[in-house]
Structure formats: C-alpha cells, structure tokens
C-alpha cells in the first residue's frame, strides 16, 4: 500500500491526471459567497446555514486544525449520520487542501482497522454517541488510534467540533482542481475494502454532468437521505449546492412519512436514492393523499430496481420523471437516467442513457460486435483516478484506460443501458456493495464451518438478501444464532450478517473446484437448476 502523494505522482506520470481547467469547490466558495452570502445552501432539521454562514465556519475550522499541525494534503475522516457539521468539515478540506474520507455509520471495528490505517487519516471526526452507538469510544480502542479525534455534538468528555469553532478564521490555501479531494472506500470481489481515489476536477464534472441532464438550477431543492458516506449522498449533500444554487435538506434518519411532509413543506424538487427508498416514498405518500407536486425527478439507483416500480412512480408522482440510473463509486455516473417522463415509462426496463465512453467485453476482453451482452467497460473525465492500493488497479481498467464495471448489460437503440448480470462476486443491499468473499472469510473462522458460501438473492426491500451456505464440520452443528454471534464478536457491519441460513451436506462445484453460485441461487429460490458450462 502507497500513500496518496504516492499514487497522485503514478497517476500524473501515466497522464491518467490531467490539466482540467476547472474551479475547485474552494474557490468556488469564496465566491459564490461573496456574491450572495445570505443564500440558503442547506438545512437540516431546525438548522438553516447561509453561504456566508457555512463558509465562516469552514475557514474557522481549517484554521482550528492548521494550529493543530494538521498540513494540506493530510486525510481528514468522518464517520457521521447525515449532520451539518459534515458538510463543513467537506468544504474546510476544500478550502485548505485535506483529502476527505467519509466513512459509512454501520462501520466497525473489522472495518475501521483496516481503513484508517490504509488511508493515514490524521483526524477523525465521530458522534461521542447516536443510536446507542459511542461511536468516539470505537474510534479511540483501535489498535492504532487516529492521531486528532474530535467529538460531533459531543457530551464534553472529549476536544469537540464546537471548541474547534471557537478561534479565528484560517487563511486558505485551495489546492490544484487535479489534487486528490475524496477517498471512498468500497467493497468488491476481493473481500476486501478497496480506496477509490477522487481528484475535485472528478468530481466537479460529476456534478455539471448530472446538473445538465437533470436541469438543476438555483430553484432547486434536493432532498437528501442516502448516507452522505456514500458518493450519492456526499455529492447532493457536499457539492450541489454550491456548483448550482440549489439547497439542499439533510435527513438523518429515513422514515418516509416524515420525508413525504418535508418534502411537501420545502416543496422539493429532486430526490435520488436506492429501490427501498422509492418504494417505501410511494406507500407513504399514497397515506398522506400526496402526490409530492413539486417533485419533477426522482432517480433510483442500486440493485433490482424492477420496471413496475419505476412506472408505479411515475403514476403515484404525476409531475415527476422516475428513472433508473447507474453508475458506481468508481464512475459515479454512467447513465444519469431518462430525459422526459414521456420516455421514463417506455424504458422502464433499462438504466437510462449512456453518457461515457462505452465498450461491451466479451469473454477474450475483446471488445464484443454482436448484439450479445458483454461485461460493460467505460471511460470519461468523471471516473475515479485509481485505487489507494496501485495492486487494485491491474485488473480494474483496460489496457486502454477502461474501468471495468463489474457489469453485464446490452446498448438498446444505439442509447440505452441495460444491466443483465454481473462479472463480479458482489452484493447490492440496500445501495451498498457487500463482499461475500469478505464474509465468507468471516465465517470460516468458526471452528464447526468446514465450507461456506455468500449469495445475495433478490429481495424487494433490500435489493438482495444476503443468504449464507454452510457445510458444517462432521458431528458439529452450527446454527443461525451462532452465526450472529460468531460474526458480533468480530465486530462487523451488521449489514453484512447474512440474513438467511442455509445448512447443506456439500457445495456444488465445477471442475476445477470453484463454487457454483448459479446452482446454490437455484436451489435457494426453488427454480430449475441452470446446467451451464462447467468453469
């Protein structure tokens, strides 16, 4: 593993960086809140922050960490629900040059000594407790510790956020649009997480693409409930509303009967999010006899978003376009959707336009020229840089600079995205990438597992349900309960537990021994097993 300065000077000399001539969110800052500090960029609860409002407190931030030693080019975490506070630390990074890793709440202790480490975070912002979590005490007993921890609405047992708020304003440095701005870590077929690098030019044509295709502007307001730790969420959350003008509205938890009311009440324009949170908006808005007239775009992203769902949105929002989108960490934004609600219905069934560079693989790597399916490949100015690790990025890109998605799909009408299948081991629950390698690693830890493996099956609330197989050692049984308890201690996401256990004499396998994972979602859903070619 290298450090990001490392991996920027490899990314420069392979001309994967490249001038962008663009206007970091710093700078940008500086002057949208000159020109009008008294506009509303976000809220969040009973707080409303200004321009003007948001960016004091960022430079009395950034100030507050360079007297503590902390240099430009430093990683400053946090691990935080969908608060205020983190949309200032997002732009005091902006503004002084840090690279931001934010961090997914259900993180923990498994997850954490991993990622802290590999990423050199030198400062760490976490909630002193929420949900019943202590969430600082987790972050202070790792084995390695981060070197400055600060408390978010802390209890006072700990230096907080507040107290850093307190000084005077810092003088920014803004670095170069082609530095590194954001570090998100994901999981993949490896088992484990991989650092996903972002430059603030990246990200910034992320946003004037999207912008574009959905026409947002100053009269926008974004509802945001997704993790602001995932990209979805940090970018409506952290960038949006300084690039267009729109506000944006932080929910901490999501309870759709809430969200139908604030929605109602701002008059919200957009919102975006995973197939739960679409289905659950259209049960809760149908309770409150709303139809969310301001709403005129919802996209959905994530696994197993069925057509029937998204044209049950057009009709229960009949002032909204409803699309699936797609894109991922790495390309956060391959097909930004539909364009019209005329065309939503009709193409229910794909992922929306493409707006890359794209190439359909075949088996060879050789670009496909049939109308088969193919494992999707793409390239454009919003892909990521590269991976923390540069041992990630071997088998990650093209020869000729592709990222290779990890996705099977067909172009329809020269236009159109359609997802068929998956070239990865990976499972979407609820938005989130789970590794089933990484839980399978997890489980053959238990002395009564001689052999295991993970699947998602399709689920629709979740996406996919995480389903675990497992061959017991002889005289030994191992029990769902067990399973919990076994993966507890280790101190894993819960969201990665698997939720369906199911006891098997043997693994099917190929000939070469590899697990068939086809045969064991056959007999899991009762459908006829699918006699493929052995692997």
């Not at 997914?104 to 019943?132: D, K």
């Not at 693994?507 to 068939?516: C, E, N, S």
Request: glycine share 10%.
């Amino acid at each position: 593993m290298t450090g990001i300065a490392d991996r920027l000077a490899a990314f420069r000399a392979a001309g994967r960086v490249r001038t962008s001539g663009r206007t970091g969110l710093g700078d940008l800052a500086l002057a949208r809140a000159a020109e009008a500090p008294d506009r509303v960029v976000l809220r969040e609860g009973d707080t409303v922050l200004t321009r003007g409002e948001m960016l004091g407190l960022a430079l009395r931030l950034g100030g507050a960490l360079a007297d503590r030693g902390v240099a430009p080019g430093a990683v400053v975490a946090f691990q935080l629900p969908n608060w205020w506070e983190a949309c200032v630390i997002n732009l005091a990074a902006a503004l002084f040059g840090y690279r931001l890793l934010p961090l997914l709440t259900m993180y923990r202790t498994a997850e954490l000594s991993e990622i802290l480490p590999a990423s050199g975070a030198e400062v760490v912002f976490a909630p002193s407790e929420w949900r019943g979590t202590r969430y600082a005490d987790r972050m202070a007993g790792l084995d390695i510790p981060p070197r400055h921890l600060f408390t978010v609405r802390g209890d006072g047992d700990e230096p907080d956020f507040a107290e850093l708020l307190d000084g005077p304003a810092g003088q920014p440095a803004c670095p170069d649009p082609d530095d590194a701005k954001l570090i998100l870590f994901t999981s993949g077929s490896t088992g484990r997480a991989k650092g996903v690098i972002h430059s603030h030019a990246t990200i910034d044509a992320v946003i004037e693409t999207a912008a574009e295709f959905w026409g947002i502007g100053p009269d926008d307001r974004l509802y945001v409930p997704s993790p602001i730790a995932h990209i979805g969420g940090s970018l409506y959350a952290f960038e949006f509303p300084w690039i267009t003008g729109c506000e944006t509205i932080l929910s901490e938890r999501w309870d759709a009967a809430a969200a139908v009311a604030e929605m109602d009440r701002h008059g919200v324009t957009f919102m975006a999010g995973a197939t739960p949170f679409l289905i659950s908006l259209i049960a809760a808005a149908k309770m409150a006899g709303s139809t969310l007239p301001n709403l005129r775009r919802f996209v959905c992203g994530g696994a197993s978003v069925q057509p029937d769902l998204v044209r049950a949105g057009l009709v229960a929002f009949p002032n909204a376009t409803v699309s699936r989108a797609y894109g991922s960490t790495e390309v956060p934004l391959v097909c930004p959707g539909i364009r019209t609600r005329a065309e939503a219905g009709p193409r229910a069934d794909t992922d929306g336009e493409v707006a890359a560079e794209l190439r359909l693989l075949d088996e060879t790597g050789a670009e496909r020229t049939d109308d088969a399916p193919g494992e999707i490949a793409v390239r454009c100015e919003r892909m990521f840089l590269g991976y923390l690790d540069p041992a990630d990025d071997a088998a990650a890109f093209t020869a000729d600079g592709f990222f290779r998605m990890g996705d099977l799909g067909r172009v329809i009408d020269g236009r159109y995205l359609q997802i068929t299948g998956r070239s990865k081991d990976i499972i979407i629950r609820k938005g989130e990438n789970i590794s089933p390698l990484e839980i399978e690693t997890a489980l053959l830890r238990h002395p009564a597992v001689r052999a295991v493996a993970v699947i998602g099956l399709p689920d629709a609330e979740r996406g996919e349900m995480v389903t675990a197989f497992v061959v017991p050692e002889a005289g030994t049984r191992f029990t769902f309960a067990q399973m919990t308890v076994h993966l507890a201690a280790l101190d894993m996401a819960k969201q990665k537990f698997p939720e369906r256990l199911d006891i098997v004499e043997a693994l099917p396998l190929t000939a070469v021994g590899k697990v068939r994972k086809d045969r064991l979602r056959a007999m899991a859903t009762g459908s006829p097993r699918t006699e493929g070619q052995d692997a």
